[in-house]
């Protein structure tokens, strides 16, 4: 009987945890030509049962540097400015002007947007970091001391980190530590010529893995393995053309980035790259301009263009055969998915958790609907281990003894607590 329980709890923590990556729509966001003023950048939404396309928005700017979404609401970093949609009615609810966009990140239930030079200089303010409320678009606050252009944003334990790979003459690779609670600098690290392009940012469990983009005449791309509780880390060099990262697969171990010209994910066991998505044509000036990996469908979406006549969004499974496409718009850069919500855990709770797998050997990945601090208990109430996790977190169960734990997920206003067996 006992065993026939604890069956069911995986079951049902299983479904809890596949059902919030249900994909409802896909994305896009395309710039459209660099030669066409009066080309505009448009927001297109997929349908992935059929890859019909229909068009949200346009914005009238001239290009478009993100769209990240989080939950029901998209944000959309344009050329000029700041976009915010409501994406259960489809319509946009703030908007604001802020030049110099580059990308977006959410940390703490905020939207950071870093910044970069543009064709005018860098940002007449000297801010490279700004933080907003996702409610209104409020500024919460402009982040001082960021030397140069900023990329992306993550956090681990108390410290928020930023890349800083400056701008296209840069030599180095730069990292920002920020503080959780306050979002003060506390210091940048140089983590030398070989991390330069350093981009993406990714939580691995108490680590960080950063891809570092290959810089222009370049021949060598590189990751860098971050470890906060120590501030030491490892460069990893590889005689390849990196491009920009494409998500993180967390269960599986595997990193996707642009590599040579194609979307290939790196498997961290096998230490190997595997080519997914092929080369789109860039003999003839064809290039990836972005791509995203969908976790629990397990597939790779891409966009292509030639930057002047077409755009197309192409997905793929992982042996690399092509399942559906569709015509998104020329300068298509940026793309995110629109995950279905479990609606039986909104109503249950305004923060949920779930543990997979459970019963768990070596690690569990816990999965929350909102960031949080997550904390892990004994059965005699002692902690054994606590990180902060905006959303995905693993907890390493190998040396813990059999037997039961407790897993609480805790914000300001509100607690989960989940029941964990360690085999």
Not at 108 to 137: C, T
Not at 222 to 246: H, K, L, M, R, W
Request: aromatic fraction near 12%; charge should be negative; glycine fraction near 6%.
């Amino acid at each position: 009987m006992k065993k026939l329980y604890q069956l069911l709890v995986f079951v049902g923590l299983s479904q809890m945890l596949f059902a919030q990556y249900d994909v409802l729509n896909t994305y896009v966001a395309s710039g459209g030509s660099f030669s066409n003023p009066d080309d505009y950048v448009e927001i297109k939404k997929i349908d992935p049962t059929d890859y019909s396309v229909t068009l949200l928005n346009t914005i009238y700017t001239q290009s478009v540097s993100d769209l990240l979404i989080y939950r029901d609401k998209m944000f959309v970093a344009a050329a000029d400015s700041l976009i915010a949609y409501d994406l259960k009615t489809g319509t946009r609810y703030a908007a604001i002007a802020v030049s110099n966009t580059n990308k977006l990140s959410v940390v703490n239930n905020h939207l950071w947007l870093s910044r970069q030079a543009g064709v005018s200089g860098p940002p007449a303010d000297g801010i490279y970091l700004k933080v907003f409320n996702m409610e209104d678009l409020s500024l919460v606050k402009d982040v001082e001391g960021i030397p140069a252009d900023a990329a992306y944003v993550n956090f681990c334990g108390d410290f928020i980190y930023v890349t800083v790979p400056g701008d296209w003459s840069s030599t180095i690779g730069r990292i920002a530590v920020l503080d959780l609670s306050t979002y003060t600098l506390q210091r940048v690290e140089d983590l030398g010529a070989d991390a330069v392009g350093i981009y993406n940012i990714y939580r691995r469990g108490d680590m960080l893995w950063i891809v570092c983009k290959t810089p222009y005449m370049g021949t060598n791309g590189s990751f860098v393995a971050y470890d906060p509780a120590n501030a030491t880390y490892e460069v990893i060099t590889q005689e390849a053309s990196f491009g920009f990262g494409a998500g993180m697969d967390v269960e599986n171990n595997r990193s996707f980035l642009l590599y040579n010209s194609t979307i290939a994910y790196y498997d961290f066991n096998a230490q190997t790259f595997t080519a997914v998505a092929p080369d789109p044509g860039s003999s003839n000036f064809i290039s990836y301009a972005s791509a995203a990996y969908e976790r629990g469908a397990d597939l790779l979406w891409t966009n292509a263009t030639d930057y002047t006549s077409f755009g197309t969004c192409k997905v793929y499974n992982m042996e690399g055969e092509e399942l559906g496409s569709a015509e998104v718009g020329i300068s298509p850069e940026a793309m995110g998915f629109h995950y279905k919500d479990d609606s039986s855990i909104e109503e249950t709770a305004a923060l949920s958790t779930s543990l997979y797998p459970n019963p768990a050997k070596d690690r569990v990945v816990v999965t929350t609907n909102q960031a949080a601090v997550i904390s892990l208990f004994n059965a005699n109430g002692a902690l054994v281990d606590e990180v902060h996790s905006n959303g995905v977190t693993i907890l390493n169960t190998r040396d813990l003894a059999p037997g039961i734990y407790v897993v609480r997920a805790q914000q300001a206003q509100h607690s989960s607590i989940t029941k964990l067996i360690v085999q």
